[in-house]
């Protein structure tokens, strides 16, 4: 089984920045697609960006160019790292990973705010 843990929300200003990550238990990392989620409060849960293991990536049009997912394999970590942050921004982001599209595993949530 695969466990996730997700750190490095908090709370910033509009146009501040902020790197999540996401640490992955076990042996299947490298083989995860992996992605982060969003959810705000009201709103359905939406795909913020993902990450396959040949490393291509994917982003929502509302952070593209903006954030940027990346993963180290020998850390079996996934990371978020968001630019130019907008108040829409604000979410609990989650970390997510799957694979063969048979299991997937999802961590915690870390909370952003972003707020003037």
């Known amino acids: 089984q695969v466990e996730l843990v997700e750190s490095g929300g908090g709370s910033v200003q509009p146009g501040g920045s902020l790197r999540l990550s996401c640490k992955a238990s076990?042996?299947?990392?490298?083989?995860?697609?992996m992605a982060w989620h969003r959810q705000a409060p009201g709103k359905q849960r939406e795909l913020v960006a993902s990450?396959?293991?040949?490393?291509?990536?994917n982003y929502a049009d509302s952070v593209k160019d903006r954030f940027t997912i990346s993963r180290d394999n020998a850390k079996n970590t996934v990371y978020l790292q968001m630019n130019s942050l907008k108040p829409e921004d604000t979410a609990v982001y989650y970390c997510?990973?799957?694979?063969?599209?048979?299991?997937?595993?999802w961590g915690q949530g870390t909370q952003v705010t972003v707020s003037s």
């Open positions: 997510r990973g799957t694979v063969s599209g048979i299991k997937e595993y």
């Open positions: 990450i396959n293991t040949r490393r291509s990536t």
């Open positions: 076990g042996n299947l990392f490298s083989v995860l697609t």
